[in-house]
Structure formats: structure tokens, C-alpha cells
């Protein structure tokens, strides 16, 4: 899966740059999607989890026990990969603000949250639980998987001009309050301008 992950850099790096973040949050979070996907299947192969992601997307449409249905399997796995993708937009949106270095641990920040999401839908009766601990243990490592190589393939996808740069980011609260602190002096010079102005009667 390494070998896969560096010829995917390297053919991300040849594609020409986009501006356009909800296009480079799509594509980057279908990147970490797929991978997702191919770590689920070789563990699921060695007997280290429970389910597949095709399995547990496709319970949102059907009972758990027809998921194993392969139209069924194939709905859920498509549901996963558009769920997958739709969670690198505010990667992507995280990595513009914040600026891209670090930008593996904001990976793993998106990979806590779209976590706690399956958790959620759990604990709601939405998704099916998992009935073994091994499957919980698959899933944290899954999800990092999943934003570690979606927050990577943002970066190569996106021009590098759309990120905040570290300086920008560090001195934005202090514009913030360098501007709040002058308004009064501001307002104070356009009163006395103000004054100072003859006044002409109308005729």
C-alpha cells in the first residue's frame, strides 16, 4: 500500500494546480477514500475485522444482513466513497485558513471527527454496531489512513497560493485588534476635521 501511496503522489504532483476548493476537497477526500478502503480490505483478509466499509455505508439503505448482497455491497461502497469525498471539503477549507504546514495532524483531526461520526450513527441506531473490539481498533486506524492521505493529496492537488501563509495566520488576530484599538483615534481626527471646515449658509 506504500508503493501505491507514492506513485499516487507523484502522479498527483503532474497534474496542474486548481484554485477551486470544493474540486480539491472532493478529489482529496476521494483519495483518502479509496485508500481507506484498500487498508479495510487487507485487514478484513486477515482476519483482523468484522466488515467491510461497502458493508456498513450499505446499512443505510438495507437491513445488515442483505448488505452482503453484492447490489447491495456495491450501493453501500459507493455511498462510502461520496461520504469520503464530501468530508475533504472542510479539510480543505481547515488547510486554507490555517495553512498547510502540519498538514498531516489537521488530516488526523478530520479523521477524529468523520470517527466520531460512524460512532454516532451507532449509538443512533442508524448504523449496525460492531460486535468485536479488533473491528474498533481497525476503524481508528482506517480513519487515520483516510486523512492522512487526504490531507497529503490536497496539498499536491491545490495551487499553493490558495493557503494562508504562517505569517498571515499568526498576525491576523493582531490586525484584528491593531484596528479595534485605532477606530476611536480614527473617529476622534474625523470629528475635529469635521469642525474645522467652514460652514456656508444655504441660500
Not at 23 to 52: Q, Y
Not at 78 to 93: F, N, R, V
Not at 168 to 181: D, H
Request: glycine share 10%; net charge positive.
Amino acid at each position: 500500500m506504500l508503493r501505491l501511496f507514492m506513485k499516487l503522489t507523484d502522479s498527483l504532483q503532474k497534474i496542474g494546480k486548481m484554485k477551486d476548493s470544493i474540486t480539491i476537497g472532493l478529489l482529496g477526500g476521494l483519495m483518502g477514500a479509496i485508500f481507506m478502503d484498500i487498508s479495510n480490505l487487507l485487514i478484513f483478509k486477515a482476519g483482523k475485522t468484522e466488515t467491510l466499509y461497502g458493508h456498513i455505508a450499505g446499512g443505510l439503505f438495507v437491513a445488515p444482513f442483505r448488505t452482503k448482497q453484492r447490489k447491495n455491497f456495491i450501493l453501500g461502497e459507493i455511498t462510502h466513497l461520496a461520504i469520503g469525498s464530501i468530508w475533504g471539503i472542510p479539510l480543505t477549507y481547515i488547510l486554507r485558513k490555517t495553512g498547510k504546514d502540519h498538514h498531516l495532524l489537521k488530516g488526523a483531526l478530520i479523521s477524529a471527527l468523520s470517527l466520531g461520526s460512524l460512532i454516532g450513527g451507532q449509538k443512533f441506531g442508524v448504523l449496525k454496531k460492531f460486535g468485536l473490539t479488533k473491528t474498533f481498533y481497525s476503524a481508528i486506524w482506517n480513519h487515520l489512513v483516510y486523512g492522512l492521505v487526504s490531507a497529503q493529496a490536497i496539498t499536491l492537488l491545490a495551487d499553493p497560493t490558495i493557503f494562508a501563509s504562517p505569517k498571515e495566520t499568526n498576525n491576523e488576530p493582531y490586525r484584528q485588534v491593531k484596528s479595534a484599538a485605532s477606530y476611536p483615534y480614527s473617529f476622534r481626527y474625523s470629528n475635529e476635521f469635521d469642525q474645522s471646515q467652514p460652514h456656508h449658509a444655504g441660500h
